[in-house]
């Protein structure tokens, strides 16, 4: 439901109730193409072939995270912190479009048909096109985004180790695929946000909401964002489009989307991106679903039998180990698999191979959380708190995978 009159925009969300759009900028930036494509862009890949509830998208995470900026904001202002009209709007476009830039099932593309551009990178491209056709209004969000302007806190806000972003995803992940474990409180973090020096930090009577959310973030990180089958299924999607740009490169015609033809066609990397942001504006999941249906039937087996592995969710096997699988392994099961249909070595190793992926609750390189004493101390929320497992979430935790066809064993 969205009703629209001469102050503000009201949008019914399933998470917060009612969020409330300000005309101006923000109106017209949610308008704009470049952000309505979100719509289109799911905000967990293909995460709804473990937990079917997941369909929601980067655009209704955008506005979730559009929401609480403003009641942080709020929070801020009323505890005395002075921030300024055109610094309250700067952090809430900046919060607005931080993931523009994601591709076609989020990560699967930059690891894939496109070389070496960041999501992040590619947001801040759609940023500085924005501002020239909004005449500069957003001068002041690419400052902040970028962690150019002075006043730290603005950025913390936007990205840290406790902002909105991560504030918005994890309680809307939880809701949306069940995992209550998830579910974080953030009334009550922003409730205890503050500011001291220009960076952020939140109160002591706080400490232990900040432990629920880094605890709930490592849990949601293994059960949901790193679920076995989640992680084979985007190894499938990106070994899709890297055999599809593969074929393109050999100059094997394939079915799609103009948009999506293009990038198959072209390599295109950080260096000339921005000069084809218009023909990324046009990709969306829908482009990638679409073909993926065609590809099914291309004569090639490789392109096809991965795209059948999706479609019709006829996933690869996937075990998780502690230490690296044998290399010996992998070299038998690409061999059975090379009888077996009569492909090349480096044609089975689009369907077996191994990798590592890694958890860490709470990392130092990313700033920390800093934690107001009531004598005034600022200390680092690990040793404010007296949660014995809290030191271990600074610790990284690394495991190995192995996928394969079930046909092969």
Not at 373 to 397: C, F, P, R
Request: with cysteine.
């Amino acid at each position: 439901m969205t009703t629209h009159n001469s102050k503000v925009t009201i949008i019914n969300d399933p998470i917060y109730g009612f969020i409330t759009i300000p005309n101006g900028v923000i109106f017209e930036l949610i308008q704009h193409p470049y952000f309505q494509r979100l719509r289109r862009i799911s905000q967990m890949g293909l995460s709804y072939l473990v937990y079917p509830g997941a369909h929601h998208t980067r655009f209704q995470h955008a506005l979730g995270c559009l929401h609480i900026m403003q009641k942080a904001m709020e929070t801020l202002i009323n505890k005395g912190v002075t921030i300024s009209i055109a610094e309250k709007e700067g952090v809430l476009i900046a919060i607005l479009l931080h993931d523009i830039g994601h591709g076609p099932f989020s990560h699967a593309m930059e690891q894939s048909i496109v070389e070496g551009v960041h999501h992040e990178e590619i947001s801040l491209a759609f940023m500085h096109h924005l501002n020239t056709e909004f005449n500069g209004s957003l001068t002041l969000a690419i400052e902040i985004f970028k962690g150019d302007y002075p006043r730290k806190f603005l950025n913390q806000l936007v990205s840290g180790q406790l902002d909105m972003d991560r504030t918005d995803y994890l309680k809307r992940d939880s809701f949306y695929t069940g995992m209550a474990e998830g579910n974080i409180n953030t009334d009550r973090i922003i409730a205890m946000l503050n500011v001291r020096d220009d960076e952020l930090v939140i109160e002591e009577k706080g400490v232990y909401t900040v432990e629920k959310f880094l605890v709930a973030r490592r849990l949601m990180y293994w059960q949901v964002y790193l679920h076995k089958t989640g992680v084979v299924a985007e190894q499938l999607i990106i070994r899709v489009l890297s055999r599809a740009k593969e074929l393109s490169e050999q100059d094997i015609v394939l079915s799609g989307t103009k948009a999506l033809r293009f990038f198959l066609n072209h390599k295109v990397g950080k260096d000339d991106f921005k000069n084809h942001l218009e023909i990324f504006a046009q990709l969306d999941d829908y482009d990638i679903v679409s073909a993926m249906k065609e590809w099914c039937t291309h004569e090639d087996f490789v392109l096809s039998e991965l795209c059948k592995c999706i479609v019709n969710r006829s996933l690869l096997k996937v075990e998780i180990g502690k230490k690296a699988f044998a290399k010996a392994k992998l070299e038998k099961y690409k061999t059975k698999l090379m009888g077996r249909y009569g492909i090349t070595k480096h044609e089975a190793s689009y369907f077996v191979f191994d990798g590592t992926i890694s958890n860490q609750g709470y990392s130092y390189k990313q700033g920390s959380i800093k934690i107001e004493m009531s004598n005034g101390e600022i200390v680092d929320v690990v040793k404010a708190s007296d949660h014995l497992s809290l030191e271990s979430l600074t610790k990284e935790v690394v495991k190995n995978y192995i996928c394969y066809p079930k046909s092969i064993i």
